[in-house]
């Protein structure tokens, strides 16, 4: 058995335990372990290594924390002018302080930067936060991307290649050129990696200056209808088929079993959207409704 794995017979550890309550991510559980802030069952915690069992009481700050509940995922349509992040030390506002009340304990996945916009998924479960954020699940990252400046379209092209800017390698990136008006431009721009402020960083070495920027999706989870600074939770049979997480319905005795969908046709990959999906990206010539200027 790993260092990393629980032990069945004392219980998580705690650091997992921290992380699948929503209280942090589990590096920022171990921080707050190592500051002194965990107590288990009144004892200040020394070690991430300690096994937390049921029953066990766990404070963090000197605030009790409920244990982990079944895993809950959010989709929330973050508005510029917030921080992702529980606290900030400039005091600028954060996403956390703006939420309705009646969520979870919550934390995002990954992040959108101050002047981003759009969909960011908030989860109540560290560990689901630290799986969906990894470039190895394979999700794109979809923007919508305002630029000013003189666009080429090969230079855009040329993304799909991968690129490196002042020593950073940035992955492969589709981009393509929506609509222009004048010297502004309405880009779609999808990535795998999402390194920080990625997207502003590419365009810049390209010439271009983002003068908006708008996730319209994570992965199969989309934006679409929903209202800024609207959240929405995502219905536990999307997480179930997409991500593996909880149990199917069990079909009571007696009753009809639901009828199978269909067949895909052959080389097709089909994906449930949530909830609200997002319409296709129209054609470059159709016309489509302006977004906020």
Do not use: C
């Not at 999808?190 to 390194?195: A, N, V």
């Not at 536990?236 to 199917?248: M, V, W």
Request: aromatic share 4%; charged share 30%.
């Amino acid at each position: 058995m790993s260092g990393e794995e629980d032990d069945p017979g004392k219980g998580e550890r705690i650091a997992k335990w921290l992380a699948r309550a929503g209280v942090a991510s589990r590096r920022e559980a171990e921080k707050l372990i190592a500051d002194g802030k965990v107590k288990l069952n009144g004892k200040v915690v020394e070690t991430p290594a300690t096994f937390v069992a049921a029953g066990d009481k766990v404070n963090v700050e000197g605030k009790p924390v409920a244990p982990p509940e079944r895993t809950r995922l959010f989709r929330y349509h973050k508005p510029d002018g917030l921080v992702t992040t529980h606290r900030d030390p400039q005091g600028r506002p954060t996403v956390f302080e703006k939420l309705p009340p009646g969520l979870p304990r919550v934390v995002s996945i990954g992040r959108l930067d101050l002047n981003s916009e759009g969909l960011l998924l908030l989860t109540n479960d560290g560990e689901l936060a630290r799986r969906l954020e990894l470039p190895s699940n394979g999700w794109l990252r979809r923007y919508r991307v305002r630029v000013h400046g003189a666009v080429d379209e090969k230079q855009l092209a040329y993304l799909a290649r991968g690129i490196t800017v002042e020593g950073v390698a940035y992955g492969p990136i589709e981009a393509g050129l929506d609509s222009r008006q004048g010297a502004n431009a309405w880009l779609t721009v999808s990535l795998k990696e999402g390194k920080n402020r990625e997207v502003r960083r590419v365009m810049a070495h390209l010439g271009l200056q983002v003068t908006r920027l708008i996730r319209v999706a994570y992965g199969p989870f989309q934006l679409g209808a929903l209202p800024r600074a609207g959240v929405e939770e995502v219905h536990p049979r999307i997480l179930r088929d997409q991500l593996g997480i909880g149990e199917k319905p069990v079909r009571r005795r007696g009753a009809e079993p639901a009828p199978e969908a269909p067949p895909a046709p052959p080389g097709s990959r089909t994906i449930p959207r949530a909830r609200n999906a997002a319409p296709r990206r129209p054609h470059a010539n159709r016309r489509r409704p302006s977004p906020r200027s």
